[in-house]
């Protein structure tokens, strides 16, 4: 258009235009570019997109059996068209092993599958103020992660743990069918006797491999726990002193300290729903002293 205005314009007046012949020039040249050339693509295959990326990850993070080819086919079946080696460098890139382990689960996830029928048992040593080393024997339910002190004692023979043993049955009464495995280490204090009297109760003996504190971490775990906030925090006098604050701290354990793998709820409660928000201008606090004010305990009331 501004090339036929031009030639009714005379010369002089041709100054008017407000770009010049070198920028129409240029325009021209862009729009031939603009028709004939084809849009440009980044050479390989296209970029995986974001949603299918954390869908993989996801996938592989809730199912650590499932190989890239596992994955694959699941994505298949969810309606994402992915080639496994997509689904393999996704894996690779995010530090995660495109083929896991065949040979079963690790001791977390074989623990944590079978909590409800699990039992763990060891020892806690604990040294007196005159250097006697008492031992503590112990086991949780890993489960409700509920304790029980069975006894304590400075000379931990075979017959006193078997005792122990059939003590503890008799406690749990028809309990005891609910239980399926007991995990115990290599102690040589644990005899045959000690196995035949869970074993009759079709309880399977799980012995942990040598030198691997991790295959009983809820026993372990526990051990730190009542270390750090009751034992490490105290002197012990004797044998006696040392079964009453174990006796008063596993109570507050069970019954008030909650506990995150069971929704803050201590291993006693049942499921019940959370508190309603109290209001601050009509209820009090109310606190409890525990080992003489070692630990504190507190309540609501009206």
């Known amino acids: 258009m501004l090339s036929a205005l031009s030639r009714l314009l005379p010369r ?5 235009f407000i770009v010049t012949p070198a920028t129409l020039l240029r325009w021209h040249r862009e729009l031939v570019a603009r028709k004939w050339t084809y849009p440009q ?6 970029p995986i997109r974001a949603e299918i990326r ?3 990850l996801r996938l592989a993070r809730e199912n650590p059996t499932w190989g890239h080819r596992r994955v694959q086919g699941e994505l298949l079946r969810l309606g994402y068209r992915v080639a496994p080696s997509t689904v393999w460098t996704v894996l690779t890139a995010a530090g995660v092993d495109p083929a896991p382990r065949r040979g079963g689960p690790a001791w977390t996830e074989f623990l944590t599958a079978q909590a409800r029928g699990v039992l763990a048992r060891d020892f806690l040593h604990v040294d007196t103020i005159g250097l006697t080393r008492v031992y503590v024997l112990f086991l949780m339910e890993i489960a409700t992660r509920r304790v029980h002190v069975l006894g304590a004692t400075t000379n931990p023979a075979g017959e006193w743990v078997t005792q122990q043993a059939r003590n503890l049955l ?3 009464g028809d309990r005891v069918a609910q239980f ?3 995990i115990r280490d290599r102690d040589s204090k644990y005899t045959a006797a000690f196995d035949e009297v869970f074993t009759t109760e079709g309880i399977e003996i799980l012995r942990t491999p040598t030198r691997a504190p991790r295959a009983n971490a809820y026993a372990e775990r526990w051990v730190r726990t009542v270390r750090r906030e009751c034992l490490d925090r105290m002197l012990i006098y004797n044998q006696r002193h040392l079964q009453g604050n174990l006796g008063e701290y596993v109570t507050h354990y069970n019954d008030h300290r909650p506990h995150q793998g069971r929704r803050q709820h201590p291993p006693n409660a049942t499921d019940v729903p959370p508190s309603p928000v109290a209001d601050l201008t009509a209820a009090r606090v109310r606190r409890r002293k525990i080992l003489n004010g070692l630990i504190n305990e507190y309540a609501q009331v009206a």
Do not use: I, K, Q
């Not at 002089?12 to 008017?16: D, E, N, Y």
């Not at 693509?41 to 296209?46: D, Y």
């Open 41 to 46: 693509r980044r050479p390989g295959r296209p």
């Open 12 to 16: 002089s007046r041709w100054s008017t």
């Open 170 to 172: 008799m406690d749990l």
């Open 180 to 182: 399926r495995v007991l």
């Open 54 to 56: 954390a869908l993989v």
